[in-house]
């Protein structure tokens, strides 16, 4: 995918001289807290690089304080960058002058925040108008794209309804409506799902991957949830101090953290919820129905497993057989497979760990089909159990050797 947003060397320092001693300190390489108590000013990014590709979901996730909303309202020059450049397209947004920036604003990028500021004494479909009404759209356009709008969300029927009448999920559906309204090329999502229920929570999380689904926006989505973070999004970045400690993709943070402070998030993670097949798949021993027992176990053998998939001429699963059961066959003089065939559970690339758990219990490998049903790999218990509580003792082995000066 082609780069949308390029965000490079951004720093933002808050005070009255930020380009003056406080930024000379912190490209000597001092602390924020150090800075803070030589200067008074406050660095909110330390040299943020990110590329952001064009239709992705791009998550920046940190605790209170760590920069990421002061980075995200660097994009659209809410806060005024110190040094550095944001780039949209072959725009540089730092460079553009106060008409240009509006115009950038108002064309280019929707933002949707924590607190939904609604107008109340205007109905919803005003609300989610308001953008194109400011653009100059006619009545009658901008009231059929504010509809569209709200469709999207599954607002239909509350055209005329008025903020106060609706729930706070509703309201922020509102709010996601109405910057989708103008259709911009980026949307900004400031903590915009944070002050709602969990499970209200949820379901928005759900909506907007719905929505994604049929529109590609590029999105940047700011949040201090983790699971949040690791579930809507492509890719992640994890802040602390105005500093970047890494960006990847949900599996990467997960699994190959790259500091103690980013493996301290993820043992908290429940992993088997973030976690899909697919991050764990492996190639499968694969045997037609047709195969003899010594077929089976040259198979096996040959890969170094301890049981083989078998499948039918379309290539679907129809079972495993195990060496245990191959090699009490060839001893008792059995060629064919017959009973040897014991059926298990398909699963699919996009299924959640959490739900196969339930599988393991047999010790055998779970088959991995793709849409038509056909094998495509298997996922095996005690690797992926291993895998698991290896991620969960990462935290002890970075700390472990940040001490010894290596790396685990």
Request: net charge negative.
């Amino acid at each position: 995918m082609s780069t949308k947003v390029k965000i490079s060397n951004l720093v933002k320092i808050f005070g009255d001289e930020p380009d003056g001693e406080a930024l000379t300190l912190l490209q000597a390489g001092y602390s924020k807290d150090v800075i803070r108590k030589s200067t008074g000013h406050v660095v909110g990014v330390n040299d943020a690089n990110i590329n952001v590709s064009e239709g992705e979901i791009f998550v920046v996730m940190g605790l209170s304080g760590s920069g990421k909303s002061t980075l995200i309202r660097c994009v659209n020059r809410l806060h005024e960058p110190t040094a550095g450049s944001v780039f949209v397209d072959s725009t540089d947004v730092t460079a553009l002058d106060p008409k240009k920036l509006q115009a950038f604003r108002r064309d280019s990028t929707g933002m949707v925040f924590q607190h939904f500021a609604l107008f109340p004494h205007q109905d919803i479909r005003s609300n989610v108008a308001f953008g194109l009404k400011v653009k100059g759209i006619d009545v009658d356009g901008r009231n059929e794209a504010a509809e569209r709008a709200l469709a999207l969300v599954g607002l239909s029927g509350y055209e005329s309804s008025f903020p106060r009448q609706l729930s706070g999920g509703m309201q922020q559906r509102v709010g996601l409506a109405r910057a989708l309204a103008t259709d911009p090329d980026i949307l900004l999502m400031d903590e915009a799902f944070s002050a709602l229920d969990p499970l209200i929570r949820r379901q928005m999380q759900d909506e907007l991957m719905a929505i994604q689904d049929q529109l590609h926006k590029t999105i940047l989505f700011i949040t201090h949830d983790l699971n949040e973070a690791l579930r809507v999004g492509s890719r992640v970045c994890i802040m602390k101090d105005g500093a970047i400690h890494q960006i990847g993709t949900p599996e990467d943070i997960l699994m190959r953290p790259e500091t103690d402070y980013v493996a301290e998030f993820v043992q908290d993670v429940d992993q088997g919820r973030v976690l899909v097949v697919d991050t764990v798949r492996e190639d499968a021993a694969v045997v037609d129905e047709n195969a003899s027992v010594a077929d089976v176990l040259r198979v096996i053998n040959d890969l170094g497993v301890d049981a083989a998939h078998v499948t039918d001429p379309n290539g679907r699963p129809l079972g495993v057989v195990t060496r245990e059961a191959a090699e009490k066959a060839r001893a008792g003089g059995t060629r064919e497979l017959g009973t040897l065939v014991q059926t298990v559970s398909a699963v699919t690339n996009d299924t959640i760990l959490a739900k196969i758990y339930q599988l393991f219990g047999s010790g055998l490998p779970v088959a991995v089909v793709d849409g038509d049903g056909r094998l495509i790999g298997c996922v095996r218990p005690l690797e992926v159990l291993a895998e698991l509580g290896r991620v969960e003792n990462i935290s002890e082995e970075l700390e472990a050797a940040k001490h010894q000066g290596t790396q685990p």
